[in-house]
């Protein structure tokens, strides 16, 4: 937050004026203001931190309703617009959070960053703003593959069964599944599988008659269920032929993922939960149920304050 720099550009800017009297006099205002605004950005920054909103509400909206406030560069007008966001949005004002950020995308020059597009896709499905959410997923994913990793799964899954309710034929859908794919997302800490969005691209291509793209899609799953989708679904056996053999060794090869997984996240609950239920599909109950028992008893034997699970919360159940 504390991106107070750019007045050094107002103020190194009155260096290139001619020195007159009516120069210095510029020079003078420009520093000048350069201070105030300095000033108000630094009391949000420090409004924010402390939670008042605001304050920050305030100190925002006096460095944006400024008259200088345009010839800031534009990576700082969309830095306001963005805090500002995230002061009202903590102000349970999330319709005003929202138009922030629309006064932000219309700053010349494209200087929205992946914070920006993180917060609109935080604010947008919170409005049922469906098209406007996938819009900023799909960005995500575009323009910054690196981090779109960083995405819980559960909000990347709300987004794209939002895409549903956007009467475009699916192109928007299809749009955001391509961007996910070429991105190729992979949640952090998280062994559960997101193959079943390339099967839902999958099944737009077959849809639209993308014979080459559809199987192209089909050859890269692996997943158990993508495979007996593939095999019980008629239309489908012009794209990928599967058989049972082949099916039995994409459990077991899950299986393999998923102890490895929980070999390599030891607090998290997830890994005994993901091994127990391929087991099972496997016919192997009674191994199942001593990985849920180990894991159970490791759970309630452990002191209160030190309980060996991170995500009891949403896995234990």
Request: proline fraction near 4%.
């Amino acid at each position: 937050m504390r991106q107070f720099l750019f007045v050094a550009a107002l103020v190194g800017a009155s260096a290139l004026i001619p020195v007159s009297a009516t120069a210095l006099d510029t020079a003078a205002r420009v520093s000048d203001q350069s201070q105030y605004l300095q000033k108000w950005l630094a009391d949000a920054d420090s409004h924010l931190q402390a939670g008042d909103f605001k304050k920050a509400i305030k100190s925002l909206r006096t460095i944006i309703d400024n008259a200088q406030f345009g010839s800031l560069p534009p990576d700082t007008q969309v830095l306001c617009y963005r805090l500002l966001s995230i002061a009202l949005l903590n102000s349970n004002a999330p319709e005003e959070a929202y138009d922030a950020l629309e006064r932000a995308r219309h700053v010349p020059g494209d200087a929205t960053n992946y914070e920006y597009w993180r917060l609109r896709l935080a604010i947008a499905p919170r409005l049922k703003k469906h098209q406007d959410a996938v819009e900023a997923l799909t960005v995500l994913a575009s323009r910054f593959p690196h981090r779109i990793q960083e995405i819980d799964r559960n909000i990347v899954f709300s987004i794209v069964y939002s895409s549903n309710e956007i009467q475009d034929g699916k192109a928007s859908k299809r749009r955001l599944l391509e961007a996910l794919q070429s991105a190729h997302y992979t949640p952090q800490e998280s062994g559960y599988s997101v193959e079943s969005l390339s099967f839902e691209l999958f099944e737009i291509y077959v849809s639209k008659g993308e014979t080459e793209k559809a199987a192209t899609v089909a050859a890269a799953l692996i997943e158990p269920d993508s495979l007996i989708r593939l095999r019980i679904d008629k239309r489908y056996n012009a794209y990928r032929h599967v058989t049972d053999a082949q099916i039995t060794a994409a459990y077991e090869a899950q299986l393999a993922r998923h102890r490895d997984f929980a070999y390599r996240n030891p607090t998290l609950l997830a890994g005994p939960d993901l091994v127990a239920l391929d087991l099972n599909d496997l016919d192997r109950p009674e191994e199942a149920l001593k990985v849920i028992d180990e894991a159970l008893n490791k759970h309630d034997r452990a002191p209160v304050n030190r309980k060996p699970y991170d995500d009891v919360a949403t896995r234990l159940n």
